[in-house]
């Protein structure tokens, strides 16, 4: 992309999209359209066929779309599905229909089979049955795939995907029904610090391992590959971290948060997938690599956390921290 190329970050306010803004902002991009507060309502396809009709974007970074925990895909499955359906399919359609250079589209690691090999390859997708606790979300994220392949079949564009690893950074959602793993243990062991309790309770056993990436760093790497990978045909993992326990996890956030207490594992919760990692060869072999030490980004996470509660700024994390001397941990 030239620096003074027209980009569209769909998704600016998520955790990925906002990001990837601070990331073209740090790489000396210079031409960015629809940073929120002014981007367009995703879900109403006259909003963003008027939106692309104005702005006539160049590249595009697809990074929106409702996502959650366990917890959320259990209670909100159709919410989910339906958003990410939406908005992948307004903006991959007016992406074509106002000739967009190229895209990428960002899938998610829980597209990937329950019980896929590991370490796991964009040609085992679709290849067995997807985990039951994030399925509905898993196949509206396997249709943005399609969607673009189906559109450079057809149209011949440019649209391509990517996998990231689960991710977690700066912009994090803290609530702890909908949050993912990462900042609801940051949260919770927060809480419990200030309460001084004596025990955090875990969903799940702590025996599902999980490969972990740092927001930027996937930033960081959608724009390497929105340069340097050229196959509308197959999705490209964005990952290249080691795998850990939840419970490895659990205790390298309380020695973060610097909790004194015990940590507690609640089997009768579900776990999800036994084991979710990422395949990185193949960006690797491009020239690609991780950025941030995993202990480093958790502390950045934390310290993002502390500074926003310590702002009274209203966001579900300060909110919530706020009334943390109130809460059950």
């Known amino acids: 992309m030239e620096k003074n190329a027209k980009i569209y970050v769909a998704g600016g306010s998520t955790l990925i999209g906002s990001a990837i803004l601070r990331q073209l902002k740090k790489q000396g991009y210079t031409n960015i359209v629809g940073i929120p507060p002014e981007e367009p309502e995703l879900t109403n396809a006259l909003a963003v066929e008027k939106f692309f009709a104005e702005n006539a974007p160049e590249y595009v970074f697809l990074a929106a779309g409702k996502s959650g925990g366990i917890q959320a895909n259990q209670k909100y499955p159709a919410e989910l599905m339906l958003d990410n359906l939406l908005v992948e399919t307004h903006i991959?359609?007016?992406?074509?229909?106002?000739?967009?250079?190229?895209?990428?589209?960002?899938?998610?690691?829980?597209?990937?089979?329950?019980?896929?090999?590991?370490?796991?390859?964009?040609?085992?997708?679709?290849?067995?049955t997807l985990e039951p606790t994030n399925e509905a979300y898993a196949l509206a994220k396997i249709a943005g795939i399609k969607l673009c392949q189906a559109y450079h079949q057809q149209y011949g564009v440019n649209f391509?995907?990517?996998?990231?690893?689960?991710?977690?950074?700066i912009g994090d959602d803290f609530s702890l029904e909908d949050s993912h793993v990462i900042p609801a243990l940051i949260l919770k062991m927060h809480q419990a610090k200030i309460q001084q309790a004596e025990t955090v309770e875990i969903w799940?056993?702590?025996?599902?391992?999980?490969?972990?990436?740092?927001?930027?760093?996937v930033a960081d790497g959608c724009i390497f590959i929105?340069?340097?990978?050229?196959?509308?045909?197959?999705?490209?993992?964005?990952?290249?971290?080691e795998d850990v326990s939840i419970k490895e996890l659990a205790e390298l956030i309380k020695q973060v948060v610097g909790y004194q207490g015990?940590?507690?594992?609640?089997?009768?919760?579900?776990?999800?997938?036994?084991?979710?990692?990422?395949?990185?060869?193949?960006i690797t072999e491009l020239g690609w690599g991780l950025q941030t030490p995993f202990v480093?980004?958790?502390?950045?996470?934390?310290e993002w956390f502390l500074s926003l509660a310590e702002s009274g700024e209203t966001n579900s994390a300060v909110e919530l921290a706020i009334a943390s001397s109130q809460s059950k941990v």
Do not use: W
């Open 296 to 302: 480093s980004a958790l502390r950045a996470t934390y």
């Open 92 to 128: 991959i359609n007016n992406s074509y229909r106002y000739e967009v250079k190229k895209l990428l589209y960002l899938a998610s690691s829980c597209s990937y089979p329950k019980l896929c090999p590991q370490p796991m390859r964009p040609e085992f997708l679709l290849t067995g």
């Open 160 to 169: 391509i995907s990517g996998i990231p690893a689960n991710s977690f950074g």
């Open 226 to 241: 929105m340069a340097k990978y050229h196959d509308p045909t197959t999705p490209i993992n964005i990952a290249g971290g």
């Open 204 to 217: 799940g056993t702590g025996s599902p391992r999980r490969e972990f990436i740092f927001a930027d760093d």
């Open 262 to 282: 015990k940590l507690r594992f609640d089997s009768s919760k579900p776990d999800g997938m036994p084991l979710k990692a990422l395949d990185a060869s193949e």
